[in-house]
């Protein structure tokens, strides 16, 4: 079984940062795409941002510039640096992962979700 775990959120004031994390523990092979996606309430759960063991990064256009996807990979985690905090940025933040596991000579790709950290950007 796989477990990712997000830690940061929290309240934060408008214009100010935060940084998120995700670390993912279990029967590990390897992990492929990493991400962050959010849930505002009543809003669909939309992608944030994404990269890929590579390096490779995809950020939603409403974070360019002002959101920072990194991981590392040696730790299973991956990371959200959130600058320029706007209130629009108010929402759940969820961890999501494509993970490879193996056991018993059977390797497997499943999609795992984190339990969600809140995120508060007000005044």
Known sequence: QVQLVESGGGLVQPG??????????????SINTMGWYRQAPGKQRELVAAI?????????????????????????TVY????SLKPEDTAVYYCNAD?????????????????????????
């Open 80 to 83: 959200l640096q959130m600058n």
């Open 99 to 123: 993970v490879t596991t193996y056991y018993s000579g059977t390797y497997r790709i499943q999609n795992y979700w984190g339990q969600g950290t809140q995120v508060t950007v007000s005044s």
């Open 52 to 76: 890929t063991r590579g390096g490779i990064t995809n950020n939603a256009d409403s974070v360019k510039g002002r959101f920072t996807i990194s991981r590392d990979n040696a730790k299973n």
């Open 16 to 29: 100010g940062s935060l940084r998120l994390s995700c670390a993912a523990s279990g029967n590990i092979f």
